[in-house]
């Protein structure tokens, strides 16, 4: 079997504002997605940025649309088999409305914490005509060696996808951290707690012992074009 092959989506930044990055200076962030490339088909990360005018006027986003995005990998829409939100926040389900028909994975906690909070996302993006949502309850297997996980968090719901490659593990990892050195230092408390180091110590993300199974190489993050590697 050929190898999995993880390619970043470019769907353009956004500027959160002062008050939002704990140093009050904006910042200007990324705004990504991942395609997996199996010999089976094409599993997609996210879908873009939704709009709405409340949202550009405070995020100011440049966006990059879904077709656009793809089209710059070589790789159009109806190329896409597989859907993954990692979550469902405006940011990372904008392109959803585009994709109708094909099997959206979300986690059965995302989804209805989505559709029941106000002004948790755009209601617009969640249920445009035609999307069709797989609900998980969990860990699955999309395809042979690509798998989603729960990692939780971010929001209730929050999932990775999990790409065994031959030449080692890489985790799509969406918003289960913002930056590669916040996953690092939350993936070194889980060591530290391993080795029986002195407390106290930070308490790791409780799905960290999960994905140390798979013994990630490279973690890839949705707001950081910072890669994470062993």
Same mark, same amino acid.
């Given at each position: @079997? ?6 970043? /989506? ?7 504002? =002062?008050?939002?990055? =704990? ?25 873009? @940025? ?12 440049? &966006? ?12 159009? /829409?109806?190329? /896409? $088999? *597989? ?6 926040? %405006? #940011? ?10 094909? +099997?959206? %994975? ?12 106000? #002004? ?11 999307? &069709?949502?797989?609900?998980? #309850? ?25 790409? @065994? ?8 990892? =969406? $918003? ?6 916040? %996953?690092?230092? #939350?993936?070194?408390?889980? &060591?530290?707690?391993?080795? =029986?180091?002195?407390? +106290? ?6 799905? @960290?012992?999960?994905?140390?199974? *798979? ?5 890839? *993050? ?9």
């Amino acid at each position: @079997m050929n190898d999995i092959g993880v390619r970043r /989506v470019d769907f353009g930044y956004f500027v959160r504002p =002062g008050e939002e990055t =704990g140093s009050g200076a904006p910042r200007v962030e990324p705004c990504l997605g991942y395609l997996v490339e199996h010999p089976d088909g094409l599993v997609l990360m996210d879908t873009g @940025m939704g709009a709405h005018p409340e949202i550009d006027d405070h995020y100011r986003p440049r &966006r990059l649309g879904l077709s656009g995005a793809l089209a710059i990998l070589g790789a159009r /829409v109806s190329d /896409v $088999q *597989f859907v993954v939100n990692c979550h469902l926040h %405006f #940011d990372h389900c904008g392109g959803n409305p585009e994709v109708p028909g094909k +099997p959206i %994975f979300v986690q059965r906690t995302e989804l209805e914490v989505a559709r029941g909070t106000l #002004d948790y996302t755009l209601p617009e993006l969640i249920d445009a005509p035609g999307l &069709r949502y797989e609900v998980l #309850d969990g860990e699955a297997e999309l395809l042979p060696g690509v798998h989603v996980l729960p990692t939780p968090g971010h929001t209730p719901g929050h999932q990775s996808i999990v790409v @065994m490659r031959k030449d080692g593990t890489v985790v799509v990892a =969406g $918003q289960a951290h913002d930056t590669a050195s916040e %996953f690092g230092a #939350d993936a070194l408390a889980w &060591r530290a707690g391993l080795e =029986g180091h002195q407390q +106290p110590l930070p308490v790791p993300s409780r799905w @960290m012992d999960r994905l140390q199974q *798979f013994d990630p190489r490279r973690v890839v *993050f949705a707001h950081d074009h910072a890669v994470w590697e062993l």
